[in-house]
């Protein structure tokens, strides 16, 4: 579990890193699609931060329980 | 890697596919399918990175595979080919989902619905040989307002993030939620283990 969070992780931060390169990148180019290239990389780089957190937020046992036997009954 | 889980429901004979995929290996189909989901994402990552850090030309960032195969990124059928299989494998995996991850991962669906819409409207553009708004290049609507790296940097964000969402509480089921019924994604604390 913890190595598919972090593999997650990696992306979520590449994400947000290439976000913050982009925003910088759009306002150096003479386009007239700027805010849209900039309101977008804002979200991306919003909702790469929100998923990094809650996918750190939680650790074994913290949710429900379940044993083998529930599993099969539920 | 500390993961753990309950005891794996056994594959019967009488299963379905359907049943099989979202049930005893629900586990294996998710990781194959976020590997999928990963190698396309290191893809698009790559590119923004080219284009962004690196101040390639936008015609020659061509992420990984595009650089020795040029023709990848130029296809549309291979765009619209592989929103298709991501829509249809959210689709089949789905009922392996309960209570908040599945509403976590029909919001994925529906966005990748949007998503494989627009790809289908540049496919159509290529095969019709005609493009929407007088455009020299195939257009997607929302491609008028934003350009097409940063709005597809965009729309695998809003699927990615909903999809990871989903297997987040997939694997720490809420309280009250009789969750993974019948899959041993659930995280499991070792001490209840045996």
Known sequence: ?74 | MSATTCALPKATDQMTWMEKINGPYHKEALWIYTAIVLAHWTEHLCQAIQIYLLNWPIPESRGVLGLWFPWMIKSEALHYGYAIIMLVAFWILRKGFVGQSLTWWMIAFWIQFWHHIEHALLQGQAIFQRNLFDSPVPVSIVQLFVPRVELHLFYNTVVFVPMVIAMFYHMFPLPGEAAHQGCSCAWQPRSSRA
């Open chain 1, 1 to 74: 579990m913890n190595l598919i969070r972090s593999l997650i992780s990696v992306f979520l931060v590449a994400l947000f890193a290439v976000s913050i390169a982009g925003w910088f990148w759009a306002g150096e180019k003479p386009s007239a699609n700027v805010v849209g290239s900039r309101v977008v990389l804002v979200l991306c780089g919003l909702l790469s931060v929100g998923c990094f957190s809650l996918l750190w937020s939680a650790k074994p046992g913290t949710g429900e329980e379940i044993t083998p036997s529930q599993n099969l009954q539920s």
